[in-house]
């Protein structure tokens, strides 16, 4: 092919995406013609930097294609498709930029549900979900260190087994709930030592896993949304000092200020006043909210 000949076909290629570019121009809304304008340029210069074959392009139609098909109510395969390829993360990071002071954010993940039992001070939101009982307990503050009182705390966790309660066949809850911080912003609540598990690997976004070598496993974490009125939403996790997966969590949520320790402890008296009759566990965990006046 002569010099000329090859800058005739980048210019083909060219046109065809200032075409396409250019068909969005009488998008009404300002930011969706941005997105979409620059999603096309991206969308583009991706296909021409890996010089994209018609056999790729199909197996890429197929592979949306399997994610749409496995995505019902209950699974969310396209969240997942985001969460290994970072695009969650990158997300978190452009939206809830680190506040000094506050608590970092990491990933939502697929498996929150909006219809958790509300839990007492104290509660148990393990609800016949397996593994040690670990009472979780901390603090709710603001930036200003001022205690945040009635903040909803929603927490939600894997079991022993590493399966959320939405895994499971029926109506199942259990490793999930919500509660109030109390009037000097604490909280406290029992559930199970978190433990490690794979992300669902038995679809599409598990075969590009294996494809790519990569592992399909997250650390242990425990969930917590944590919202109050004046103050930015937090999503976040509490992952589990020591574990093995830290360095390499299957949707890169680890942030090492989120890594706690859990305190192992034998039968006996625990601080919440029971008396515990087997092992258990406990984890502090004090949680300081931004403004919502930032970012
Ligand atoms: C989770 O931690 O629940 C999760 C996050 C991303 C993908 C799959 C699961
Ligand atoms: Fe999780």
Redesign the pocket.
């Known amino acids: 092919m002569s010099i000329s000949a090859e800058s005739d076909a980048a210019q083909q290629e060219r046109a065809v995406t200032d075409k396409v570019v250019a068909s969005f121009d009488t998008t009404a809304s300002p930011r969706l013609r941005e997105v979409m304008q620059s999603l096309v340029r991206h969308l583009h210069a991706f296909a021409r930097d890996v010089r994209l074959t018609q056999a790729e392009w199909e197996a890429g139609i197929e592979f949306l294609t399997r994610t749409g098909h496995i995505t019902d109510e209950r699974r969310q395969e396209f969240i997942?498709l985001s969460?290994v390829l970072g695009l969650s993360m990158l997300t978190v990071a452009i939206n809830a930029p680190a506040t000094a002071g506050a608590t970092e954010s990491t990933?939502y993940?697929?498996?929150f549900v909006d219809a958790a039992p509300e839990i007492p001070f104290g509660g148990d939101i393990a609800a016949g979900a397996s593994g040690t009982p670990c009472l979780v307990e901390g603090t709710v503050r603001s930036t200003d260190g001022t205690p945040v009182r009635g903040a909803r705390i929603d927490v939600w966790e894997a079991d022993d087994d590493g399966f959320y309660d939405v895994q499971y066949d029926g109506d199942r809850i259990a490793g999930r709930g919500w509660l109030r911080s109390d009037d000097k912003g604490r909280y406290r609540f029992w559930s199970v030592v978190p433990a490690p598990y794979p992300?669902p690997a038995d679809g599409p976004v598990g075969d590009l896993l294996t494809a790519a070598g990569r592992s399909p496993m997250?650390p242990a974490?425990l969930?917590f949304k944590v919202a109050a009125p004046g103050h930015r939403t937090l999503i976040t996790h509490v992952f589990v000092a020591g574990d093995e997966h830290l360095d390499h969590d299957a949707?890169f949520?680890v942030k090492d200020s989120l890594v706690v320790d859990v305190v192992r402890e034998g039968p006996g008296d625990a601080p919440d006043g029971t008396t515990r009759t087997e092992p258990w566990a406990r984890i502090r965990f004090d949680i300081v909210l931004a403004p919502d006046h930032e970012g």
Do not use: K, T
């Open positions: 997942l969460d990933v993940g697929p498996f992300i997250r974490h969930h949707v949520g």
